[in-house]
């Protein structure tokens, strides 16, 4: 991947650099990896009559990863092999969150309004607030996308999509 | 011979109305994945699984090879036209394909592109017609410590020949080794780290991690750079496919060169993107011109891209015959094959011998069929990646939603795709590599097994793994290939090392 970003020339602040971001997610992965060794002792690691016994491949898994974690962190932290690059900065991070958030919401409506209601609200939503777009343009290509969808997986596939907890779609019966 | 006998009768399984139509739908469908981010093959193919189900077996493995080709051959549209390699592979063919196309020759680049494709599927599809069979006769020997001698060295070579930091390798298998191990113990039925939740009881399934790493991953990942996609404009017309056709006969010795680089690193896993670098690098090397590499030489399009499809073609081999998938995209093909109940393998030859052949047939005509609709429709594809990205973005998310929520009806599995998401985007970033995921979440619960099954066959003796030649040889090479890693340190310290020119470049893939 790019060290030099445009961004980072341009002067976008640096929020994290690989080599921290790598000790974090090796520490989560460590433990992460002590949580299956825990609970593959909890099953038996051993051998039991029958041979290996329930925990021991993943007992073996769980050491490996936290070995391996070690590992990585012991590389991002030495002189040597750390990785001084920028993980993220602040525009690229906007730009992620700005996606990334928004999906976030859409699944929790997705469980509360159903899968087509909530990509409706989801793609108007996105193209009015991120892509600028006229409102009545947005919501009509919306509600267009999603009642293809809704053709091609209720009537035509006949694989039903959730609906959600309130169902606000049930007027139409399916 | 046989195996011609048991061609033409796959051809005529395959020649059906259906699945001729299904053939063009799963190449059209493959392209647009191709072309657009987010939607890569091994995300396409597990959105599309779940909408097979209905399918007749071999309808169903038709149609989703066809959008494995079509993918394929997509990643090269966005490679030439945009500097955007749309699959790991890719990433070589932009080094030429990009410069040819600023100077004017997208046409002639993507013709090369598509014809090499084409060629190197097709060498790679005949290798298997011929060796398959045979693969799956010698599998026959195979026993339980053979298999998981099999599995161990599918893996080490993760190790041994991955790029980047090998506890990285280690921990992202051992990652999807543990979360393959989240359910029920198929040997004792005893519940495994579920913690209590019974909605855990399923599992992980690959199918949700897939769509999560593979594509919402990779959609946060592009948005780093900014919603614009500006690219050049190609119009290919009868005559510039006319003209390059001529040119490429020039070019044998590179196809040959780059399509047996590519069937010999496509067995092996993760070979499709080493594949084509190691292919661009020879020709380089080798050919006349190889100090205009770089500036747009057709010879730097043909050679990485013949390699790539090569090997991502002959990924399949040890899948159908030994149950080994070789890529994520084929991990997946596996995965669906096992939910239609066919289990790949050498029995798969004997005993669903129509299925079998049936697909080596559809390869055949995939292949050819993919090559005419690439060449028809290019311009409808660039056009494509011209929709603005607020609007193509979230529907993109809604389709990779949607195809989490249909794999088990779960609500629970779209949360999931989500922190498979975030998961993805983290570990792409600080290069830890995606392919031994998947492949230790696919493979992980039948490696386990054969594991399990060894031991007690052997009762606990680990001795068992080396009890004949067979089992002994890939143990040992399985081991050498984990430790490789020290051992080419120990070798470079003892005499220069090779430089490495496209190290910088290559993905971790």
């Known amino acids: 991947m790019t060290d030099k970003h445009p961004s980072e020339a341009a002067g976008s602040p640096v929020l994290a650099r690989n080599c921290s971001v790598d000790t974090v997610v090796a520490a989560i992965l460590f433990v992460f990896g002590a949580v299956v060794v825990f609970e593959a002792r909890r099953l038996g690691a051993g051998w039991t009559s029958d041979g290996p016994g329930a925990g021991y491949f993943p007992f073996y898994i769980g050491l490996i990863i936290c070995i391996s974690a070690l590992g990585v962190a012991w590389q991002a932290r030495s002189a040597k092999t750390r990785d001084e690059g920028a993980f993220v900065d602040r525009e690229q991070m906007g730009r992620v969150l700005s996606v990334l958030l928004p999906a976030l919401i859409y699944v929790f409506a997705i469980w509360i309004l159903g899968i087509y209601v909530a990509s409706a609200l989801y793609i108007a939503l996105f193209m009015i607030i991120l892509g600028k777009y006229p409102p009545i343009k947005s919501v009509v290509l919306a509600i267009i996308v999603n009642a293809v969808f809704f053709m091609m997986f209720e009537v035509w596939f006949k694989v039903p999509l959730y609906k959600g907890l309130l169902e606000p779609l049930s007027f139409l019966g399916y | ?370 090559l005419i609709v690439v060449l028809t429709t290019v311009p409808l594809f660039a056009s494509i990646l011209r929709i603005p990205f607020s609007i193509i973005a979230p529907v993109i998310i809604v389709i990779c939603a949607i195809g989490a929520y249909t794999v088990h009806g779960a609500m629970l599995d779209i949360w999931f795709m989500l922190g498979f998401g975030v998961i993805g985007y983290v570990f792409k970033k600080l290069d830890y590599p995606l392919a031994p995921l998947v492949l230790a979440l696919v493979l992980g619960d039948k490696a386990e097994d054969s594991f399990r099954q060894a031991m007690l066959v052997s009762q606990g003796d680990l001795g068992i793994m080396w009890a004949n030649p067979l089992v002994g040889s890939i143990t040992s090479l399985a081991l050498i290939m984990l430790c490789w890693p020290l051992i080419s340190k120990v070798l470079a310290m003892l005499r220069a090392p090779k430089v490495d020119e496209f190290a910088a470049q290559r993905p971790v893939d």
Not at chain 2, 73 to 83: E, K, Q, Y
Not at chain 2, 178 to 205: I, Y
Not at chain 2, 278 to 285: E, I, N, Q, T, V
Request: glycine fraction near 14%.
């Open chain 2, 1 to 370: 011979m046989e195996e011609l006998n048991a061609l033409m009768q796959g051809f005529a399984v395959v020649l059906t109305p259906l699945n001729i139509g299904l053939m063009f739908v799963g190449i059209i469908l493959g392209v647009l994945i191709g072309v657009l981010p987010g939607l890569g093959g091994a995300n396409g193919v597990a959105i599309l699984l779940p909408l097979t189900f209905s399918m007749s077996p071999t309808s169903a493995i038709v149609m989703l090879s066809c959008i494995y080709w079509g993918a394929l051959f997509g990643g090269a549209i966005t490679s030439i036209l945009f500097n955007i390699p749309g699959e790991p592979w890719s990433v070589a063919t932009t080094f030429d394909g990009y410069p040819l196309a600023q100077k004017g020759k997208a046409g002639q680049a993507l013709t090369a592109a598509f014809t090499s494709s084409f060629v190197g599927a097709f060498v790679a599809v005949l290798m298997i017609t011929f060796l398959a069979p045979l693969v799956a006769k010698f599998a026959l020997k195979f026993g339980a410590p053979e298999f998981f001698a099999v599995y161990l060295l599918t893996f080490c070579s993760f190790v041994g020949m991955g790029k980047g930091s090998p506890f990285k390798i280690l921990i992202a298998m051992a990652f999807g080794f543990a979360l393959a191990a989240v359910g029920m113990d198929t040997v004792t039925g005893q519940l495994r780290l579920t913690f209590g939740q019974t909605e855990l009881m399923r599992g992980f399934d690959f199918l949700i991690a897939v769509i999560g790493l593979f594509g919402i991953g990779e959609i946060l990942l592009s948005m780093e750079e900014g919603l614009e996609f500006s690219g050049k404009s190609a119009r290919i017309n009868p005559k510039v496919v006319w003209e390059t056709w001529k040119e490429l006969p020039k070019y044998w010795a590179t196809s040959v060169r780059s399509s047996l680089v590519g069937i010999w690193m496509g067995i092996t896993p993760g070979g499709a993107t080493p594949a084509s670098f190691m292919s661009y690098g020879l020709a380089k090397k080798f050919s006349r011109s190889g100090s205009k590499f770089g500036t747009g030489e057709v010879e730097g399009v043909i050679a990485p891209e013949t390699a790539a499809h090569a090997a991502g073609t002959s990924a399949l081999l040890p899948m159908l015959a030994l149950g080994i998938p070789g890529s994520p995209t084929a991990a997946v093909l596996l995965g669906g094959l096992l939910i239609w109940g066919l289990q790949p393998g050498p029995l798969l030859f004997v005993e669903q011998k129509d299925f079998v052949w049936g697909l080596i047939a559809s390869m055949y005509l995939g292949n050819l069929v993919g």
